[in-house]
C-alpha cells in the first residue's frame, strides 16, 4: 500500500459480502454501498476468558455477582449469557451497575496510531 492505497487494483471479491446488485439480494442504492465509512474498535470484554473467571475476582463480583443473581457462565459448556455476571455487567442496559461511569473512569486504550485514507 505504501501511504497510496489503488482500490481500483484490489480484488473484486474485497467487498464481495457487501450487498451488491449482483449478489442476487439487490441493493437498493447500490452507488453508496462503500459510502463514508466509521472506524470501529470491537473488543471482547466477557467470553470464553474473563466470562468463566469473573466469579474469581473479587473485585468483578464486588461489581456484579451473585448477590445480584448472577454467575460466572463458561461459553464453552454453557450459551445462557442472560445470568452470566460479566455481560450483565458490560451491557448494564438500564444502569443498574454502573458500568458506563466505571468504564469511563477505567477503562482506556493505548492506540499508537490510525491511518485513515480519503479520495481527492
Not at 448494564?92 to 477503562?107: E, K, L, R, V
Request: proline residues 8%; hydrophobic residues 35%; contains cysteine.
Amino acid at each position: 500500500v505504501e501511504n497510496r492505497p489503488q482500490p481500483r487494483g484490489w480484488d473484486r471479491w474485497l467487498a464481495s459480502y457487501y450487498p451488491l446488485r449482483q449478489s442476487g439480494a439487490g441493493c437498493p442504492n447500490p452507488a453508496n454501498v462503500l459510502a463514508p465509512q466509521h472506524l470501529i474498535l470491537n473488543i471482547g470484554l466477557c467470553g470464553d476468558w474473563a466470562g468463566k473467571i469473573w466469579g474469581q475476582s473479587p473485585t468483578c463480583t464486588a461489581l456484579a455477582g451473585p448477590q445480584q443473581g448472577c454467575r460466572a457462565v463458561d461459553p464453552m459448556f454453557d450459551d445462557n449469557f442472560d445470568d452470566d455476571c460479566c455481560t450483565q455487567f458490560t451491557w448494564d442496559g438500564n444502569g443498574t451497575y454502573g458500568a458506563d461511569a466505571y468504564f469511563a473512569a477505567n477503562g482506556f486504550f493505548n492506540i499508537s496510531w490510525a491511518k485513515v485514507f480519503q479520495q481527492k
